[in-house]
T-cell receptor, first 111, second 112 residues
Framework: GENVEQHPSTLSVQEGDSAVIKCTYS??????FPWYKQELGKRPQLIID?????GEKKDQRIAVTLNKTAKHFSLHITETQPEDSAVYFC??????????FGKGTMLLVSP | EADIYQTPRYLVIGTGKKITLECSQT?????MYWYQQDPGMELHLIHY???????EKGDLSSESTVSRIRTEHFPLTLESARPSHTSQYLC???????????FGQGTRLTVV
């Protein structure tokens, strides 16, 4: 089955800095790569996703890049703010399978 | 409003009791899932379903069981609760194909 590795497990940045979280996947058949944000005490919520026919996608301060050859994808957050502090999960799936999640990255943005 | 609902939100129960965690979605999704998550930790898939009368075990071994008699309803049952079952249980659903999963608010279970 699919295996997703996520790094780093914790990330501390100063407000205004950029943050990058990286994930690798094992199954070349995976074609859907979402990123979820989970604030303390809340449910995970989708913040951005990318499909395998696209190399990069942006939404305001967040962007995701995908390298199919290397089987890795990354989340980029620019101009970080304290409200970006949360646990971020990457995931991968094939079209008719379940999502396989990474172990999560705890991001702390200090004012 | 279309959403995914879990009840109860919090449950404290004694060892050996039978419990059922409820999950219902009004999103018209075929796929539903149960995840176990300790606070701030990774999401472990324990059960999933692709539709009515379809149930499968996930990656994490679990002593729980599930049923899918109706599309919108996916309850999880623990026949005999133990302290090791103390955790947060998250229900989720998604449309067919590789698409976004929507999560419920979760049930935080404590077995004493």
């Amino acid at each position: 089955g699919e295996n997703v590795e996520q790094h780093p497990s914790t990330l501390s940045v100063q407000e205004g800095d950029s943050a990058v979280i990286k994930c690798t996947y094992s199954d070349s058949a995976s074609n859907y790569f979402p990123w979820y944000k989970q604030e303390l005490g809340k449910r995970p919520q989708l913040i951005i996703d990318i499909r395998s026919n696209v190399g990069e996608k942006k939404d305001q301060r967040i962007a995701v890049t995908l390298n199919k050859t290397a089987k890795h994808f990354s989340l980029h957050i620019t101009e970080t703010q304290p409200e970006d502090s949360a646990v971020y999960f990457c995931a991968a799936s094939m079209e008719y399978s379940t999502l396989t999640f990474g172990k999560g990255t705890m991001l702390l943005v200090s004012p | 409003e279309a959403d995914i609902y879990q009840t109860p939100r919090y449950l404290v129960i004694g060892t050996g009791k039978k419990i059922t965690l409820e999950c219902s979605q009004t999103m018209g999704h075929d796929k539903m899932y149960w995840y176990q998550q300790d606070p701030g930790m990774e999401l472990h898939l324990i059960h999933y379903s692709y539709g009515v009368n379809s149930t499968e075990k996930g990656d994490l071994s679990s002593e729980s069981t599930v049923s899918r008699i109706r599309t919108e309803h996916f309850p999880l049952t623990l026949e005999s609760a133990r302290p090791s079952h103390t955790s947060q249980y998250l229900c989720a659903s998604s449309a067919p194909g590789g698409t976004e999963a929507f999560f419920g608010q979760g049930t935080r279970l404590t077995v004493v």
